[in-house]
């Protein structure tokens, strides 16, 4: 056997298996096994990574049991260390989004353990933020930071850079009145950090290995995997067809809208990228990721001359009223050196006001997370795309996500489930995220013998994923004692709205009141009546006039009920002069609703629910609102 492993290794080949056990059960499969090298885009043919899998199983898993425990994993790096098999997979790991570093210095934590990070992404994102809040005095007191240097580390430890960076991704997430932001003390920083985190987890970061606490050290690998999910959520906020229609310029022959809204954000980017290209008349690149980094495509983005077409092509012509034309400068495209040449095509692109994320180094390198960010940041400015007229489309296609389907998203996304999803009912037709879903909410799968993996065979994959629908709606009659009545397996794999969301549903009740009955004497089975007699008892005794019959209740319209409830919990901490009373308009209970929900998550309850879900009084959402805040009261008592 090799030698042994250090502290520090073993630190990190835990933070690894906890990415790669996308079930968090405490083991490997091979379908997960399958998932992180897909993820990991590295340059290896499908036969190969194949081999490599089966290799990793039979050699890895010592018990036979078809999976792979943690100490069966470190065993892989003791046996195989110098293996090939040990070097794909551990530059798998590597690669496999906000796992470990990307090459770049090491830091210790305060723990004492090594977590090394990638200085390429601390250089963007400091750049990108510099950029993005020279203008807001709230944070004159830490910017700008050095991109060189840990200023970032520093200034995201008391909160306010970060929540004005959701609210540059997703606009309106968070009250401003709710940050604070002068005299900051210990409390009111943890505050600030509690905002930051919940908020994030509301638009879909997963934020579950992430605390405060880390925030305040400034752990460099867990504050760019945040940033970097905030990020992303921005850039990727309007490459999605109901919120951009001259998408509809990248139909495919024979494709109609529902195909071209099935595609993820970074597919839709491609084939922006390609559209362009091939209008520019050179070769298409396969893959945003691999493609940029592989040298087995000879036209890459990675040689930077694709990149110098699509500047080319989306270059403002002047052709509109008060457009003005930029002509981009071609000749370093014949430059025979790889890193002038990719300087020349970034001075091009600063000529646009697109030069963010990326260096000449980080395009040559083919950093796969800085050029898409790079490519997101090319279509945002200049899409380049005019809606389709005259022909054959059928728009009424095109209908825009619901308030309650984001929710639902979010939620999933925030749990940390693999693959991310993008379209509610498109991503759980093979029922993969709502069997993980299940395991959060502590229903046991049957990973082995019950569920298909990807990738499905050619033929006959649609019935592997029917089977897995079909294992999915037993679970849930079954195990968890869902209310499924005329719900089928057919349904989930139809993508039926109505029926999908009926399940959905269920699941995050489910996991919200299993917060509740974790938190309650003898693991009381927490409902609707329990969680109003609790908020009725606490709104009393704290001496509140408000009260609720039911989450139905007109009142909760005017948010003063949660509002009072959260001044009861955490006493003094809601500032009455900013609450609308009396006789409200629907902007007045409104106003209310942003700072009822982002008081909530202040003071550290995990709310999903959007302020509009108050105002209308919507009674699911409602609920998880008082149940979060009874697990916060729960845990303050």
Not at 290 to 308: E, G, N, Q, R
Not at 484 to 490: D, E, N, P, S, T
Request: hydrophobic fraction near 40%.
């Amino acid at each position: 056997m090799a030698g042994k492993i250090s502290k520090e290794e073993l630190e990190e080949l835990r933070e690894a298996f906890g990415k790669v056990d996308l079930n968090s059960n405490g083991f490997i499969c091979d379908y997960e096994l399958h998932d992180l090298f897909k993820e990991a885009n590295l340059p290896l043919p499908g036969y190969k990574v194949r081999e490599i899998i089966q290799k990793l199983m039979v050699q890895g898993d010592k018990d036979k049991d078809n999976k792979i425990s943690f100490d069966e994993f470190v065993s892989i790096f003791q046996e195989l260390k110098s293996s090939d098999i040990a070097k794909s997979f551990r530059k798998a790991i590597n690669r496999k989004e906000g796992i470990l570093a990307i090459g770049g210095t090491s830091e210790l934590s305060s723990e004492g353990t090594q977590h090394s990070f990638s200085e390429e992404e601390r250089f963007a994102f400091v750049n990108w933020i510099n950029t993005a809040l020279e203008k807001d005095a709230d944070c004159k007191h830490v910017l700008p930071m050095n991109p060189n240097k840990d200023d970032l580390f520093k200034a995201v430890g008391d909160g306010i850079v970060l929540c004005k960076m959701i609210n540059l991704s997703v606009p309106d997430t968070i009250d401003e009145r709710t940050i604070n932001k002068k005299k900051l003390t210990p409390f009111t920083i943890q505050e600030n950090l509690n905002l930051a985190l919940n908020s994030a987890s509301a638009i879909g970061c997963h934020v579950v290995n992430i605390g405060a606490f880390d925030l305040r050290e400034g752990k460099p690998h867990l504050v760019l995997g945040l940033l970097w999910q905030i990020i992303k959520i921005g850039l990727f906020a309007d490459i999605e067809l109901s919120r951009n229609e001259a998408l509809a310029a990248l139909l495919r022959e024979g494709e109609t809208l529902e195909d071209l809204m099935k595609l993820s954000p970074e597919e839709l980017l491609l084939r922006w990228a390609n559209f362009h290209l091939e209008n520019a008349g050179w070769n298409k690149i396969n893959n945003l990721s691999s493609d940029i980094k592989l040298s087995d495509f000879a036209h890459s983005v990675k040689d930077s001359k694709a990149y110098f077409h699509l500047l080319n092509q989306i270059a403002p012509k002047g052709l509109k009223e008060d457009e003005e034309r930029i002509d981009i400068d071609m000749s370093g495209f014949n430059e025979k050196d790889d890193l002038k040449r990719a300087e020349a095509m970034l001075v091009q692109a600063d000529r646009l006001g697109c030069r963010q994320f990326v260096t000449a180094t980080d395009v040559v390198a083919g950093n796969p997370k800085l050029n898409l960010a790079f490519v997101a940041n090319l279509f945002n400015k200049y899409p380049a795309l005019t809606k389709p007229e005259g022909q054959d489309i059928d728009w009424s296609q095109l209908e825009g996500e619901t308030r309650e389907e984001r929710t639902f998203r979010n939620w999933m996304n925030s749990l940390g489930v693999s693959p991310h999803v993008n379209h509610l009912y498109g991503d759980l037709m093979d029922a993969l995220i709502i069997l993980q879903l299940y395991e959060r909410i502590k229903v046991p799968v049957d990973w082995n013998t019950k569920v298909n993996k990807p990738p499905y065979p050619k033929l006959g994959a649609n019935m592997k994923k029917l089977e897995n629908c079909n294992y999915a709606v037993e679970l849930g009659k079954t195990k968890a004692k869902f209310s499924l009545v005329g719900i089928g397996g057919q349904d989930l794999n139809d993508g039926n709205p109505t029926l999908t969301l009926a399940l959905v549903w269920q699941l995050m009740r489910r996991y919200t009141l299993n917060v509740l009955e974790d938190l309650g004497p003898d693991g009381e089975k927490a409902n609707d009546d329990i969680i109003v007699k609790w908020v009725n008892k606490i709104l009393s005794e704290a001496g509140k006039s408000t009260k609720i019959s039911s989450f139905k209740d007109k009142e909760i319209s005017t948010s003063l009920p949660v509002l009072d409830l959260i001044d009861a919990i955490q006493p003094g901490s809601v500032s009455y002069d900013l609450v609308k009373t009396g006789t409200l308009s629907e902007e007045d209970k409104l106003e209310n609703a942003k700072y009822a929900v982002s008081m909530a998550r202040k003071i550290g309850a995990r709310v999903y629910a959007l302020p509009e879900d108050l105002v209308e009084v919507k009674p699911k959402m409602v609920m998880t609102v008082f149940a979060c805040l009874m697990g916060r009261g729960m845990k303050r008592a």
